[in-house]
Antibody, heavy 115, light 113 residues
Framework: EVQMAESGGGLVQPGGSLRLSCVAS????????MSWVRQAPGKGLEWVSA????????YYADSVKGRFTISRDNSKNTLYLQMNSLRAEDTAIYYC????????WGQGTLVTVSS | DVVMTQSPLSLPVTLGQSASISCRSS???????????LNWFQQRPGQSPRRLIY???NRDSGVPDRFSGSGSGTDFTLKISRVEAEDVGVYYC??????????FGQGTKVEIK
């Protein structure tokens, strides 16, 4: 069974950093592109970042470019999102999603940026 | 950037009746391989999104056949036949044609009258 589990969220002050993780199982992780999508409280879905399966090409939304870094460790079946210089508007649930069309999502991890 | 526009944004439905959600894209979603990567997601209250439909009209495994997708080019529709209580939630269309930059519609909240 395909499963993804995010972790690493929490409360952080503006300007701070967090590292999110997404551990995957039930599929050949290294062969799939992976993405991060966020959802601010009471709002819709916003694509944040993506990484290809094996070549490690990375992509970012303009809103996070230069502040967030996506990476993966295929030996650990784990996707990461390093978030620096966090702002209040980054407050959201962060989901990892499998594949080029989001065929499966994790349960999400909440990031709150507040002083 | 591709803009996805859904309507309506709120959809009260009577149990057992049908519901339709429209999604329009600002650009054609036909990819160079001939496929159209338009997907539909369901987000039940308190849950993460779940893909229901991929490439316009293909149901994901375990999705009831009450859900159907149609459309082409820039105009797409999700239809729910015989709405059940478990269908309550927010539905999003999403274009994957211009991967990696996914864009989502605003979401349509389906509720029971």
């Amino acid at each position: 069974e395909v499963q993804m589990a995010e972790s690493g969220g929490g409360l952080v002050q503006p300007g701070g950093s967090l590292r999110l993780s997404c551990v995957a199982s039930g599929f050949t992780f290294s062969t799939y592109a992976m993405s991060w999508v966020r959802q601010a409280p009471g709002k819709g879905l916003e694509w944040v970042s993506a990484i290809s399966g094996s070549i490690d090409n990375t992509y970012y939304a303009d809103s996070v470019k230069g502040r967030f870094t996506i990476s993966r460790d295929n030996s650990k079946n784990t996707l990461y999102l390093q978030m620096n210089s966090l702002r209040a508007e980054d407050t959201a649930i962060y989901y990892c999603a499998k594949g080029r069309t989001g065929e499966r999502w994790g349960q999400g991890t909440l990031v709150t940026v507040s002083s | 950037d591709v803009v996805m526009t859904q309507s309506p944004l709120s959809l009260p439905v009577t149990l057992g009746q049908s519901a339709s959600i429209s999604c329009r894209s600002s650009q054609s979603l036909v990819y160079s391989d001939g496929n159209t990567y338009l997907n539909w997601f369901q987000q039940r209250p308190g849950q993460s999104p779940r893909r229901l439909i991929y490439k316009v009209s293909n149901r994901d495994s375990g999705v009831p056949d009450r859900f159907s997708g149609s459309g082409s080019g820039t105009d797409f529709t999700l239809k729910i036949s015989r709405v059940e209580a478990e269908d309550v939630g927010v539905y999003y269309c999403m274009q994957g044609t211009h991967w990696p930059s996914w864009t989502f519609g605003q979401g349509t909240k389906v509720e029971i009258k």
